[in-house]
């Protein structure tokens, strides 16, 4: 009988090291971003001479390196601090996992002290064994990744800064970072004005830089031959059109990647454009994931609406549809009543719309006078079909 085991590893694959064009992957060279790696080197390395360095915000749209650089640094300062013996240390948490204020402290607890377990202790007395291990002459650099996450936050961002003046040998510094735009303005003036010390913003690449960048990753990731300049071109063409975001453009590569490798043949443009709606359509299910009962709802009434075309449709120059919020509530609340639940009032409806906004499930836009007052539009940004199957799918 033939091994099917043995036939899997031994099968020839187009791709040399596919974890390359994974996005978690961090390559060594970050091109388009040495500035900011500089300028985030600069404000961070007074920490090398037993400075405070000053609490730093980043902002930038999704997948334009954020991350990257920053972890790119702090390699470099772990580096340089075991090459010095510098007094200096520093933790990466990502917010979406570590969402309160209890669990950064529990995080930050932890490092101070690796073997105990912390188990149902209080945040003062997290607080208090990180103040201790910091107090013992640290620099210590808390990076909190997608920031926005954190529940609490202006308390952690009080917390964190009004240890400094506990401190008598050791300093505390912040860094920040998020791709929601508004989010700061939530904050309070002066967690606000404490966190955002220094402020950087990251610009989305532009076609020909995500063009280098995929080249980079491709060169490592497919084997000699085995993907066509045309393909990576047009992932970083449609990337660019998108957001200008390397995360979406090297998901292309790779889906690419993988549909050709099925056929045993080279990522071609045509792999790539197959791609793309495959990543669209799992973009829809990772995004609809996330969302809580609520949004989900709303999200499925605008996908119903725009799906049997409004009552009082609204066509763009273009020829898309859009729907009043109005209409788009009395879909919410028959939705709600069809489904046995508590239909939230119309602030909490615009409170969701926004969210499904930020997360670029719908777009709005203002209607300008005229058009029943000045009232808000709102247009489903993915295929209402793709939207209902993955909401159904969530619920079934
Ligand atoms: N200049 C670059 N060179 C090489 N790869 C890059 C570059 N910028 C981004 N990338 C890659 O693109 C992907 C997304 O980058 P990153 O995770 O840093 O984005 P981000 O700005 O943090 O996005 P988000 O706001 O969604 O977290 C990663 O796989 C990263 O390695
Ligand atoms: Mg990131």
Redo the contacts with the bound molecule.
């Keep these: 009988m033939e091994n099917l085991f043995e036939k899997e590893i031994n099968r020839s694959t187009i791709f040399e090291d596919r974890n390359v064009l994974?996005?978690?992957?961090?390559?060594d060279?970050?091109?388009?971003?040495e500035e900011e790696i500089t300028k985030v080197m600069k404000v961070i390395a007074p920490a090398l001479s037993q400075k405070r360095p000053s609490n730093l915000f980043l902002y930038?749209?999704?997948?334009?390196?954020?991350?990257?650089?920053v972890k790119h640094v702090m390699e470099k300062l772990d580096e340089t601090k075991k090459k010095y013996e510098a007094q200096v240390d520093s933790i990466y948490l990502n917010c979406r996992t570590h969402n309160t204020k209890y669990q950064v402290l529990l995080k930050l607890a932890q490092r101070a002290e690796p073997n105990e377990s912390f188990l149902g202790l209080s945040s003062t007395h997290l607080y208090e064994k990180f103040v201790e291990y910091v107090d013992k002459g640290l620099v210590f650099i808390v990076v909190l990744?997608?920031i926005d996450k954190v529940k609490d936050l202006d308390d952690l961002v009080y917390a964190l800064t009004r240890a400094n003046d506990d401190l008598k040998k050791g300093h505390i510094a912040l860094v920040g970072?998020s791709?929601k735009i508004n989010f700061k303005e939530k904050l309070d003036p002066r967690s606000k004005s404490t966190l955002c010390q220094d402020e950087m913003v990251?610009a989305p690449?532009n076609a020909e830089q995500l063009s280098a960048?995929l080249a980079?990753?491709a060169k490592e990731g497919f084997r000699k031959g085995y993907i066509t300049d045309g393909a990576i071109g047009l992932a970083a063409a449609f990337a660019a059109q998108e957001s200008g975001d390397?995360?979406y453009a090297?998901r292309l590569l790779l889906k690419a990647g993988e549909f050709a490798d099925a056929q045993d043949t080279k990522a071609t443009e045509e792999y790539v454009k197959k791609a793309r709606s495959a990543v669209e359509e799992d973009i829809v299910i990772e995004l609809i994931n996330t969302l809580p009962e609520h949004q989900s709802i709303v999200l499925y009434a605008i996908a119903n609406l725009t799906a049997e075309g409004s009552k009082y449709r609204r066509l763009t120059d273009n020829g898309e549809r859009l729907l009043f919020s109005g209409e788009a509530y009395e879909g919410y609340e028959s939705l709600c009543k069809k489904w046995k639940t508590m239909a939230r009032s119309a602030r909490w409806f615009r409170e969701y719309l926004n969210e499904l906004d930020m997360m670029g499930l719908i777009t709005m836009t203002m209607s300008g006078p005229g058009i029943r007052g000045n009232t808000r539009l709102i247009k489903l940004s993915f295929p209402p079909g793709k939207v209902k199957a993955a909401v159904e799918k969530r619920f079934a």
């Design positions: 994974s996005p978690h992957y961090l390559p060279q970050l091109p388009y971003r930038g749209k999704t997948g334009v390196g954020k991350t990257a650089v990744d997608e970072i791709n990251f690449y960048i980079d990753r390397a995360r090297l």
